[in-house]
C-alpha cells in the first residue's frame, strides 16, 4: 500500500466510533481489498476488549480482506451486533458469497450469539443468501432477534434460501430448548414474488415470535400475501406490518383483514400502494373497527379506494385513541369526499392524524355503481394475468436487477398477424418525449432510434442529455423495452459523440448534476430515479462512441455514497463492476 494511501486510511480510522462496546467504521468509504489495507482495521477489533457490535457499513471489503477480518472475530465470543450493509460496493458478485462465508465461520468459531444481523443494500442476489446460509443455520443465530435484508436482489430463489435455513435455525435451536425467537424481519425491494413470500411465510409460521415485518416492494400478488396472512396469525405479537407496494386486490386484502381480527398488538398497518380497494379497505375497517386498539398508523394510500369506502375506513377510527396517521393520499374520493373524510375525523377529534389529500383523484360518478362487477372482473383477469407474469418473471430473474423499486409490467405488443388485431393510436417522437413510456418507445415502431436521433439537437448537450433521460426512464428488462431502449441510447449517443462541436465533459456534468450527484447553483429537477439511467450507462460505457475519458470521473461519481442510489443498489453494482472492468 502506498504512503499516500495509508495517511488516508488512517485519517479514516481516526473518525473511528468506540464506545458502549461498539467499533464502528461507518460511512468511511475504506476500501480494504488486500490483507495489508486491512491492518489498521484488524488491530482494532483485535485490541477491542468486549467487542459487542461491529459496524463496517458504507465500506467495500474485497475476499482477502473479510478473510485476515474474519481471523480477528474469531476470538470475539461476545459480538451480539453485526451491522454489514452497503459493504460490498463496486465488488463483483461473485467475491460475496465467500467474504460472507468466511466472517460468517468466524462469528460460529468463536461462539458468538447473534442478537441482530443486518446485511441490508448489498447486491448479492440468491447466491449471496449462499454465503451465509450455514450462519444462519449455526448456533450463532439461535439467538438471533433482528435479520435485516433490505435490496439485497435475493429474488425467489434466495427467499426460498433463506426460508429453509431459518426453519432449520428454528429446529435446531428447538432441540437445544432456546427455539429461534426472531422479533424483526426486514427484506424490502428484493422481488421475492409470490413464491419467496410463501417460502417466507412457512418460516414465520414456525417461528411465531415475530414482531415486525417489513417487505415493501416485492411484486408479491394475492396468493403469496394470502400465505403471509395466515403466518400472520400464528404470530400473536405483531406490532408493525409494512407490505407497501405490493399487490392486494380485493382477495389479498380480505385475507389480510382477517388476520388482523386476531392481533392484538398492532400499532403500524402500512399497506399503501397495494391496490386493496374499495371491498378490501372495507374488509380492513372492520378489522380495525374490532380490534386493533393500540394502531397507530394506518397506510391506505394510492389503493383505488372510492369515497364510500374510504368513509367507512374513517369511522372504524372511533375509539382508537392512539392513532397517530392515516394516510389516504391517491385514492379517489373527490372533493366532496375529502371533505366529509375531514369532517367525520374531526367529530373524533382526530382531524389532525389525516394526512395530505394532494393526489386525491376525482370520483368517477359511476364508479360506485360499476366497482362490485369491475373488480370481479379484474380480479379474474389478475387470476388469468398472474400465471402468465409468473412465467416471464422467473425467465427474467437471472437478468433483471432484483431488489429495485420498479414494478414489472407487461407490455402489449400487438402482433401484426393476429385474428382480431386492436388498434393503437399513432404515437410520434414529440409525445414519447413529453410523456415517455416503454409502450410508446416500442409503438413508434422499428426506426425509433433513427427517429429520435434525427430529431435531437446534438449540439446542444442539455438537450442530449434530456433526451437521454426520457429514453433511459422507460428501462425495463424485458427483451423488447431493452433492445429498444440500448438500439436508441446507442443512436442518439453515436450521434453526438461523433459530432465536432459536442463537449463530451459538459454533457457528462450536466448528466451527473440531472441524477443528483453534482450539486449545481441553478435549480435542476433531477430524475426521480436513477435505475433506468444506471443499467442504461452500464450498456453505454461498453460501447465504442463512448470515451474512455470519461470513464474515471464517472466511476468516481458513482462510487462516491449518495443516498440516490439507495432504491437501485443492484443498478449501481452493475455499473460499478463494468467501469472497473474498463
Known amino acids: 500500500m502506498a504512503s499516500e494511501d495509508i495517511t488516508k486510511l488512517a485519517e479514516s480510522l481516526a473518525k473511528t466510533k468506540v464506545g458502549d462496546g461498539q467499533l464502528s467504521f461507518k460511512g468511511q468509504s475504506l ?34 480482506a473479510a478473510k485476515v477480518i474474519a481471523k480477528a472475530l474469531e476470538k470475539k465470543s461476545e459480538l451480539k451486533r453485526c451491522h454489514w450493509s452497503d459493504m460490498f460496493t463496486g465488488r463483483l458478485r461473485s467475491e460475496i458469497p465467500p467474504a460472507l462465508i468466511s466472517l460468517g465461520e468466524a462469528l460460529i468459531t468463536a461462539g458468538a450469539q447473534l442478537v441482530e444481523l443486518d446485511l441490508s443494500d448489498n447486491a448479492f442476489g440468491p447466491d449471496g443468501v449462499r454465503g451465509f446460509e450455514a450462519l444462519l443455520k449455526s448456533s450463532a443465530c439461535y ?17 426460498k434460501i433463506l426460508a429453509a435455513a431459518l426453519k432449520e435455525c428454528h429446529r435446531k435451536s428447538s432441540a437445544q430448548g432456546k427455539p429461534l425467537a426472531l422479533k424483526v424481519f426486514v427484506a424490502g425491494r428484493n422481488r421475492l414474488e409470490n413464491d419467496g413470500a410463501t417460502a417466507l411465510a412457512e418460516a414465520f409460521g414456525i417461528i411465531g415470535t415475530l414482531e415486525e415485518v417489513h417487505m415493501p416492494q416485492n411484486g408479491i400478488n394475492h396468493p403469496g400475501i394470502t400465505a403471509l396472512a395466515q403466518a400472520f396469525a400464528i404470530n400473536p405479537l405483531l406490532k408493525v ?38 371491498k378490501g379497505a372495507v ?9 386493533l386498539h393500540k394502531l397507530k398508523e394506518l397506510n391506505l394510500a394510492f389503493g383505488e379506494i372510492q369515497r364510500d369506502a374510504a368513509l367507512t375506513v374513517a369511522e372504524a377510527l372511533e375509539d382508537k385513541t392512539q392513532l397517530e396517521k392515516l394516510d389516504l393520499n391517491g385514492n379517489t374520493l373527490g372533493s366532496e369526499g375529502c371533505d366529509q373524510l375531514r369532517e367525520i375525523l ?26 362490485e362487477d369491475g373488480e370481479e372482473n379484474e380480479d379474474e383477469e389478475d387470476d388469468d394475468e398472474e400465471e402468465e407474469e409468473e412465467e416471464e418473471q422467473q425467465q427474467q430473474l437471472n437478468e433483471r436487477g432484483p431488489g429495485e423499486e420498479e414494478l414489472l409490467t407487461r407490455t402489449n405488443i400487438i402482433d401484426s398477424q393476429s385474428s382480431t388485431p386492436v388498434p393503437s393510436p399513432p404515437v410520434d417522437v414529440a409525445t414519447f418525449l413529453a410523456f415517455p413510456s416503454p409502450e410508446k418507445l416500442l409503438r413508434l415502431g422499428p426506426r ?21 433521460l426520457r429514453i433511459s426512464s422507460v428501462f425495463k428488462d ?24 459536442f463537449n463530451s465533459d459538459a454533457f457528462l456534468t450536466s448528466l ?26 452500464n450498456h453505454m460505457v461498453q460501447q465504442d462512441y463512448f470515451p474512455k475519458s470519461l470513464v474515471p470521473v464517472l466511476s468516481a461519481f458513482v462510487t462516491k455514497p449518495n443516498r440516490a442510489f439507495e432504491s437501485c443498489s443492484f443498478a449501481r453494482h452493475m455499473l460499478l463492476q463494468t467501469l472497473h472492468q474498463l
Open 31 to 64: 476500501k480494504l481489498n488486500t490483507a495489508e489495507d486491512a491492518e489498521e482495521v484488524i488491530k482494532q477489533i483485535e485490541e477491542f476488549d468486549g467487542l459487542e457490535t461491529l459496524c463496517l457499513e458504507g465500506n467495500t471489503v474485497g475476499v482477502e
Open 143 to 159: 439467538t438471533l432477534q433482528e435479520l435485516k435484508l433490505n435490496n439485497c436482489g435475493m429474488g425467489i430463489g434466495g427467499g
Open 241 to 278: 406490518i409494512n407490505l407497501n407496494d405490493n399487490t392486494f386486490t380485493e382477495k389479498g386484502a380480505v385475507a389480510m383483514a382477517e388476520t388482523l381480527k386476531s392481533l392484538r398488538q398492532v400499532e403500524v398497518i402500512n399497506f399503501g400502494d397495494c391496490l386493496v380497494r374499495s
Open 283 to 291: 374488509a380492513i375497517a372492520d378489522a380495525v373497527k374490532e380490534g
Open 346 to 371: 374531526e367529530s373524533f377529534n382526530m382531524g389532525a392524524v389525516l394526512g395530505p389529500l394532494s393526489d386525491d383523484e376525482e370520483e368517477d360518478n359511476e364508479g360506485e355503481e360499476n366497482e
Open 448 to 468: 425509433c432510434s433513427v427517429l429520435i436521433a434525427q430529431e435531437t439537437d446534438t449540439s446542444d448537450g442539455e438537450k442530449v442529455v434530456t433526451t437521454l
Open 478 to 501: 424485458e427483451a423488447p423495452v431493452k433492445t429498444a431502449v440500448h438500439e436508441t441510447t446507442d443512436a442518439l449517443m453515436r450521434k453526438a459523440f461523433g459530432s465536432a462541436t
Open 512 to 537: 451527473l448534476i440531472h441524477m443528483g450527484l453534482l450539486k449545481s447553483e441553478d435549480k435542476i429537477k433531477t430524475v426521480p430515479s436513477l435505475y433506468g439511467i444506471l443499467m442504461t450507462l
